[in-house]
Nanobody, 121 residues
Framework: QVQLVESGGGLVQAGESLRLSCAASGRFRGINSMGWYRRAPGKERELVAS???????NYADSVKGRFTISRDNAKNTMYLQMNSLKPEDTAVYYCLANWLSRDGSRSFDTWGQGTQVTVSA
């Protein structure tokens, strides 16, 4: 099983930056893809950015050029650098990891608990 712990959320003003972290721990062979999602009040959860094990990235149009996803494989940690934040970025941000069982025979998805990001105008 894998546990994901997110950190780095908070309250900032528009134009400022935050960096979110998502650390994976537990018993697993490896992590395939990881991603950040967010859910704003009254809205559906949406993909913000994703990163495959081969370092391919994908971003929502609304964050392209402002957010950067990265991972430190040695630390099993994923990051989301968020620059030029806007009030519409306010949401609970969740990380998702697709990981391999210890014997490599199965893959699973695990979600983090979420971290609140609030951007004031």
């Amino acid at each position: 099983q894998v546990q994901l712990v997110e950190s780095g959320g908070g309250l900032v003003q528009a134009g400022e930056s935050l960096r979110l972290s998502c650390a994976a721990s537990g018993r697993f062979r490896g992590i395939n893809s990881m991603g950040w999602y967010r859910r704003a009040p009254g809205k559906e959860r949406e993909l913000v950015a994703s990163l495959t094990s081969g370092s391919s990235t994908n971003y929502a149009d609304s964050v392209k050029g402002r957010f950067t996803i990265s991972r430190d494989n040695a630390k099993n940690t994923m990051y989301l650098q968020m620059n030029s934040l806007k009030p519409e970025d306010t949401a609970v941000y969740y990380c998702l990891a697709n990981w391999l069982s210890r014997d490599g025979s199965r893959s699973f998805d695990t979600w983090g608990q979420g971290t609140q990001v609030t951007v004031s105008a």
